[in-house]
């Protein structure tokens, strides 16, 4: 199937330090893709998969779940590791979601987490009956574009493939469980005016990882997709402050001087 625009994923080497951009559920990596360049276009090296299931058509997604797009990042994550020194992962959404379960999983692995409005919870009334609706209704309202600012868009489906958010509950309850395991530094935007994840999606996230090192920025003027929303450059610039804090690569300028030179990881 081709490609909705934008959907294609984003590669590009840079320095001894990585970054995994995660995007999110019935989404894109047209959604993140300005964050995974700016990270990029500032030396670091930069995956932003597509995962499985996105970018086609709704049909393609009721096919998968949560574990295939888990291994995608899972794939990406080992693939960024042999190449860099650190590792940071980033996402949206469900891609926060994932993002958690790398770092449950990987531990050390994973240098430290960006979540923008991470998704912890299927919030819908009729969630619990998701097992047995999504035999008997194929797709419900889609939750893509939750934008403020004007003229910005997001590629994603207009519909809801139930097999996969059934999955997706699964996906949720999965890392909710095991919070606890994430001990990495982590940086948490949230926006209280978010029609896809409340806000207590952040909170419950916050209150429950093991991490010492937690930061949370307000997103005041974004709504769900504040990657692509008023807040979006200051997501981009707390992300590189975030980073080149904890990688001394970057810290001391390497990456940006490898990049220049023609060299890296």
């Given at each position: 199937?081709?490609?909705?625009?934008?959907?294609?994923?984003?590669?590009?080497?840079?320095?001894?330090?990585?970054?995994?951009?995660?995007?999110?559920?019935?989404?894109?990596?047209?959604?993140?893709?300005?964050?995974?360049?700016?990270?990029?276009?500032?030396?670091?090296?930069?995956?932003?998969?597509?995962?499985?299931?996105?970018?086609?058509?709704?049909?393609?997604?009721?096919?998968?779940?949560?574990?295939?797009?888990?291994?995608?990042v899972d794939r990406e994550l080992r693939s960024l590791s042999e190449r860099c020194e650190q590792v940071f992962v980033c996402g949206l959404s469900m891609g926060g979601a994932l993002a958690l379960r790398l770092a449950e999983v990987h531990g050390p692995a994973v240098s430290g987490l960006v979540l923008v409005n991470p998704g912890n919870k299927v919030h819908d009334a009729a969630a619990p009956l998701l097992p047995v609706l999504r035999h008997l209704i194929r797709t419900t309202k889609g939750v893509a574009n939750d934008i403020a600012k004007p003229g910005s868009v997001e590629t994603g489906y207009g519909r809801v493939p139930l097999h996969a958010a059934h999955s997706l509950r699964r996906l949720f309850q999965l890392v909710d469980a095991e919070l606890p395991r994430v001990t990495q530094p982590l940086l948490v935007l949230t926006s209280p005016q978010d029609h896809v994840v409340p806000p207590a999606d952040s909170e419950r996230i916050l209150s429950r990882v093991s991490s010492k090192d937690v930061r949370q920025t307000l997103l005041e003027r974004s709504y769900h997709v504040?990657?692509?929303?008023h807040d979006a450059e200051r997501i981009f610039e707390d992300t590189y402050d975030f980073i080149a804090r904890l990688a001394p690569s970057v810290r001391t300028g390497v990456e940006s001087e490898e990049t220049a030179t023609g060299g890296g990881a």
């Open positions: 199937m081709p490609l909705l625009p934008g959907a294609e994923p984003f590669r590009r080497d840079g320095g001894r330090t990585g970054v995994l951009v995660c995007h999110g559920f019935t989404g894109s990596p047209q959604s993140v893709r300005p964050w995974a360049e700016y990270l990029a276009d500032r030396g670091l090296t930069v995956s932003l998969p597509l995962l499985p299931g996105h970018g086609t058509r709704g049909q393609d997604m009721q096919l998968t779940t949560w574990q295939d797009w888990y291994a995608e504040a990657t692509l929303d």
